[in-house]
């Protein structure tokens, strides 16, 4: 599974933008995917995942103080995952990766080479 993220850039503070992450190689639609970020000079966060319940289910899951502003969704049969960001503000600036995990597991084993989000005030 190769990992490719894109669409980050640099966007005004209250803008929206869409992130998105596909796999060169190997399907992802029943993969656990999961988004993180890492802000300048601090450790790496969780955003949030989203899970393969059933044919064409997902469950999708934020960490705290995630959920409202970020959302979480696949398209083209769950191959793509897409992290919608509303209303960014400059501590969104940082860089957003992708992963994987494989179906059943927690483990992110699979990475994504980031993309840098840059917020200006």
């Known amino acids: 599974v190769q990992l490719q993220a894109s669409g980050g850039g640099t966007v005004q503070a209250g803008d929206s933008l869409r992130l998105s992450c596909a796999s060169a190689?190997?399907?992802?639609?029943?993969?656990?995917m999961g988004w993180f970020r890492q802000p300048p000079g601090k450790e790496r966060e969780f955003i949030g995942s989203?899970?393969?319940?059933?044919?064409?289910?997902?469950?999708?899951e934020y960490a705290d103080g995630m959920k409202g502003r970020f959302l979480i969704f696949r398209a083209n049969a769950g191959n793509t995952v897409s992290l919608e960001m509303n209303n960014v503000r400059p501590d969104d600036t940082a860089v957003y990766y992708c992963a994987a995990a494989n179906a059943g597991k927690s483990d992110y084993i699979y990475w994504g080479q980031g993309t840098q989000v840059t917020v200006s005030s």
């Open positions: 989203t899970t393969w319940t059933g044919i064409n289910r997902y469950d999708t």
């Open positions: 190689g190997g399907t992802l639609s029943r993969l656990r």
